[in-house]
């Protein structure tokens, strides 16, 4: 059966450490699927609203307030028990964290594809357990997911290093970075893209500039290759206040296109 995807806003920068902004990011996002400059294909030729079906979901009313983590929560699973792939549009990357303990409590353990410039393993943050530097330490220690890959990173400290000791995290450093060396995961696939993974050059509008990252191809390389059946997506860490005549918009839009390709062509093989 050919998957079906909930479009999900997730508008929140309450844990950003630095700028606010990527709160605003999903309208962004949907502004720029819909711009008829764009494309409705995806790169195997399968196309929004015909190949690729894609609910919008609307935003989650979020209230920047403690609560919001719950109100992820069940934005995530009514979709999930309707039998649609979500795919969440950040929102800082805080809200990975209660994305996957939705996803977690009706699809068990998944495997998570991380694209970054940083691994976000913080124990805390500026004293923020929740910080958008932390989420993937709250999904680690409470089990969440099986295997933890993330890709493109370029910012790792010496107390995010003891981290990845700790929960046995597999990180794809962006300075040795090559497509083959990220591992085929045998999912079910979570993946998390923050669009400061990718070079300033080509996603300049995110609060934190890391240069030396990943292209738009390395990105699509990376995933293209996977196997495993997509469960959810975020694409977060948009700040339309840093964009250029949106650019990053634009490359957020294109991945929500690929990440649905991926799913349905994976589905296809599942099914055959």
Do not use: W
Request: proline share 7%.
């Amino acid at each position: 059966m050919k998957p079906t995807f909930a479009l999900i806003g997730l508008p929140t920068d309450r844990h950003s450490s630095y700028l606010r902004g990527p709160a605003k990011g999903p309208a962004f996002i949907r502004a720029a699927l819909a711009c008829d400059g764009n494309t409705v294909a995806s790169e195997d030729g399968r196309e929004l609203g015909l190949d690729l079906i894609i609910n919008d979901c609307g935003d989650a009313p979020l209230r920047e307030a403690d609560g919001d983590d719950d109100i992820i929560e069940r934005s995530i699973s009514a979709p999930l028990r309707e039998g649609h792939c979500p795919i969440s549009l950040g929102g800082d990357h805080s809200v990975t964290y209660p994305v996957l303990r939705a996803i977690h409590a009706e699809r068990g353990q998944v495997d998570i594809l991380h694209f970054d410039a940083h691994p976000d393993l913080y124990d805390d943050y500026q004293g923020n357990k929740r910080s958008h530097a932390s989420p993937f330490a709250r999904i680690m220690e409470q089990g969440l997911a099986r295997r933890l890959v993330q890709v493109g990173i370029r910012t790792l400290e010496r107390r995010q290093r003891a981290q990845v000791e700790r929960f046995g995290v597999e990180i794809i450093p962006m300075r040795t970075f090559s497509p083959y060396a990220v591992p085929i995961l045998e999912g079910p696939l979570y993946v998390s893209i923050d669009l400061d993974g990718l070079d300033p050059s080509v996603a300049p509008g995110v609060s934190h500039h890391e240069p030396g990252g990943l292209t738009m191809r390395d990105i699509l390389n990376v995933l293209q290759a996977q196997r495993a059946p997509l469960v959810g997506a975020d694409i977060v860490e948009l700040n339309p206040d840093r964009d250029i005549n949106g650019m990053t918009a634009t490359v957020a839009a294109k991945l929500v296109r690929e990440l649905c390709a991926y799913a349905c062509s994976r589905a296809e093989v599942t099914s055959g």
